[in-house]
């Protein structure tokens, strides 16, 4: 039997009733800790407000499957993924809808975030660190203590860590990196004096 894929048509004019169920809307809101009690015409408005952000959603998804190159006529989940990263008002629901990415893609990340982890240089961070200035300051301009003359990039007893390139797989593998860093140079106290 084939798939019934016909389009619910929006709503033109507003009816009193609600196309969600009512009673599953209420037993949701029930289930929230901070709302104690809730109307019947709370519910309904909830309700109605659902369909409509539902609708807004799904629009926005068929405008994206008719970006591509060959359209669709049924909306996929990337379609959503994509509206939801390219719509700012959207933008709370990228923790829900993610874009997704192919097991090669985050083994490929996963491989070069240990990489970077052990000190060990691939193929892209060593062009990336190639085209970094030698004094290790990204934005290519010269630091203080190499101005003044003295070339340690310990000045006062405090140096810059490395900074990650912003294609990193996990934030915090730069705070353990910097962590490692800072527990391999520890010299003892340091100098707070200024």
Do not use: W
């Amino acid at each position: 039997m084939p798939y019934n894929t016909t389009a619910i048509p929006p709503r033109k004019e507003v009816t009193g009733q609600a196309q969600l169920p009512l009673t599953r809307v209420k037993k949701i809101i029930a289930v929230d800790p901070d709302i104690t009690v809730c109307s019947n015409n709370a519910a309904f408005v909830i309700t109605l407000a659902t369909e409509m952000f539902v609708q807004y959603l799904t629009g926005e998804a068929q405008n994206m499957t008719k970006l591509e190159r060959k359209p669709r006529r049924n909306i996929q989940y990337k379609d959503m993924a994509n509206a939801v990263s390219h719509k700012d008002n959207l933008e709370f629901l990228e923790d829900v809808i993610p874009k997704t990415t192919s097991y090669k893609e985050v083994k490929g990340k996963a491989a070069a975030a240990r990489a970077r982890m052990s000190g060990e240089k691939t193929a892209g961070t060593a062009a990336a660190e190639e085209d970094r200035p030698a004094d290790g300051v990204p934005n290519g301009k010269r630091s203080k203590s190499i101005m003044n003359g003295t070339a340690s990039p310990a000045a006062n007893g405090l140096s810059r860590g490395r900074v990650l390139s912003s294609d990193v797989v996990d934030p915090s593998d730069q705070l353990e990196m910097e962590m490692r860093q800072a527990q391999q140079h520890h010299d003892g106290d340091v100098d707070m004096t200024g």
